[in-house]
């Protein structure tokens, strides 16, 4: 994933690890082309990046977070 810089992301992703950000349109256009030319980079990133989302932001680690904050999840995963 490549995007514009922002706070919201890096709460989640680390820039440069599993996403890129850019900070206007030189940087991005910079960053098209060094990732163009660079496929083993862009494919690690694209990896890390997927790998994340599919272990830490998915529907049961959701779920586990929340029930987690309200206390409630020792209760439930004893019924399940």
Known sequence: ?????????????????DIIHYSNQKDL???????LSMPSERV??????QNKCVTKYNIREWWQTLLS???????????I
Do not use: H
Request: net charge negative; no cysteine.
């Open 1 to 17: 994933v490549i995007e514009d810089a922002n706070d919201n992301t890096i709460q989640f992703f680390n820039p440069g690890e």
């Open 29 to 35: 256009l910079e960053k098209i082309q060094f990732f």
């Open 44 to 49: 690690r990133i694209a990896s890390n990046g």
């Open 69 to 79: 904050k309200l206390k409630l999840y020792e209760v439930v995963s004893q019924v």
